[in-house]
T-cell receptor
Framework: GENVEQHPSTLSVQEGDSAVIKCTYS??????FPWYKQELGKRPQLIID?????GEKKDQRIAVTLNKTAKHFSLHITETQPEDSAVYFC????????????????FGQGTILTVHP | EAQVTQNPRYLITVTGKKLTVTCSQN?????MSWYRQDPGLGLRQIYY???????DKGDVPEGYKVSRKEKRNFPLILESPSPNQTSLYFC???????????????FGPGTRLTVL
């Protein structure tokens, strides 16, 4: 089955710096890659996602890049703010309706991001 | 308000006492899923359902059961809970994309379960 590895497990930056979190996946058939943010004591919420037919997607200060050949994707946060402090999870899934693991969504282990004022 | 609800939010129980955690969504989503969250292990999928009467195992299904008799409800059943099932549990739902499979998952508030 799919295996998603996420690095680093913790990341500490100064306000205004950039933060990068990287994930690798094992199943070359995976084609949907979301990123979720979980604030302390809260539920995970989607912040950005990318499908395998594009290499990069941006939404204001957040961007995701995908390298299908190397089977890795990354989350980039620019101009970090204290409110960006949270746990971030990457995930991967297949979207092939004919595949037996169509419904599976495999998450990485999470990255604790701390932004210091 | 569009939402996913779970009950109970907190539960302390003893080994072997059957329990059910309910999950309900009001967004008419086809897809529903259960995850457990443990420190250092991220979110691990327990079971998922593509639609009514269609359920399948995730990565950690042992010791759990689910059912999907109605579109809006997806209860998680622990027939004989054990201490290693102490965890934070999340239910989630989403629409399925006809083009690419998954869309944004909306998570419930979580259920913190302790099995003594």
């Amino acid at each position: 089955g799919e295996n998603v590895e996420q690095h680093p497990s913790t990341l500490s930056v100064q306000e205004g710096d950039s933060a990068v979190i990287k994930c690798t996946y094992s199943d070359s058939a995976s084609n949907y890659f979301p990123w979720y943010k979980q604030e302390l004591g809260k539920r995970p919420q989607l912040i950005i996602d990318i499908r395998s037919n594009v290499g990069e997607k941006k939404d204001q200060r957040i961007a995701v890049t995908l390298n299908k050949t190397a089977k890795h994707f990354s989350l980039h946060i620019t101009e970090t703010q204290p409110e960006d402090s949270a746990v971030y999870f990457c995930a991967a899934s297949k979207g092939d309706a004919g595949g037996t693991s169509y419904g599976k969504l495999t998450f990485g282990q999470g990255t604790i991001l701390t932004v210091h004022p | 308000e569009a939402q996913v609800t779970q009950n109970p939010r907190y539960l302390i129980t003893v080994t072997g006492k059957k329990l059910t955690v309910t999950c309900s969504q009001n967004m008419n989503h086809e897809y529903m899923s259960w995850y457990r969250q443990d420190p250092g292990l991220g979110l691990r999928q327990i079971y998922y359902s593509m639609n009514v009467e269609v359920t399948d195992k995730g990565d950690v299904p042992e010791g759990y059961k689910v059912s999907r008799k109605e579109k809006r409800n997806f209860p998680l059943i622990l027939e004989s809970p054990s201490p290693n099932q102490t965890s934070l549990y999340f239910c989630a739902s989403s629409l399925l994309s006809r083009a690419g499979g998954h869309n944004e998952q909306f998570f419930g508030p979580g259920t913190r379960l302790t099995v003594l």
